[in-house]
């Protein structure tokens, strides 16, 4: 069985999750059919949800039912554990165009959705946005050097006024 199928940048095959060796792993298939099937990963220990090939091909971020967040470098064989969160599951992961940075949101202790970056070459995650509002749906203007997303932000002032118009 396969599932969660992507096309890889190149449009010439797919990622896929299959349990075709008998434990869900990552393989690379032809997106025509024809040819081999190619297993990437053999360390799966716990159900992968979803895999997310890089803009350059090199890396696949994928995340598991221990939510934890991974980076599996393909010509290494490696595979990095990037951020673990106990509140629940990573989502809207998502890779910079030049596939050095890995967009993705997580929920924080108090339940508000937080976006977060990871740096390839440095090696670390760090917040974006504060964890008063949820924030969601990053996505990379083409060039790479902007970050877009939602968040969920209103200001209601909770000191009426007896200035009429002139209120804080």
């Known amino acids: ?11 010439k095959s797919l990622l896929t999750l299959s349990d075709q060796s008998g434990e869900v792993e990552f393989w690379k298939v ?15 220990k716990v159900l992968r949800w979803d895999g997310i090939a890089s803009s350059d091909g090199t ?16 010509a290494s ?9 106990g509140e629940g599951d990573f989502a809207d992961v ?3 165009p030049d596939g050095k940075w890995l967009a993705y949101t997580a929920p924080d ?5 937080r976006l977060y970056l990871y740096g390839v070459e440095s090696g670390r995650a760090t917040p974006v946005t504060t964890e008063r509002y949820d924030s969601y749906s990053p996505d990379w ?15 209601v002032s909770a000191v009426p006024s007896p200035w009429g118009s002139r209120q804080p």
């Open 141 to 155: 203007s083409p060039d790479g050097k902007w970050l877009y997303f939602l968040s969920d932000r209103n200001f």
């Open 94 to 96: 998502t890779w910079s």
């Open 77 to 85: 064989k490696t595979n990095k554990r990037i951020a673990e969160c």
């Open 109 to 113: 202790k108090n339940q508000m959705t």
């Open 30 to 44: 032809p997106a025509n059919g024809v040819g081999d099937n190619t297993q990437l990963t053999a360390d799966g």
């Open 1 to 11: 069985r396969y599932r969660e199928g992507r096309f890889f940048p190149d449009g």
């Open 59 to 74: 890396r696949i971020a994928h995340f598991d039912k221990n939510q934890q967040l991974w980076v599996y470098d393909i």
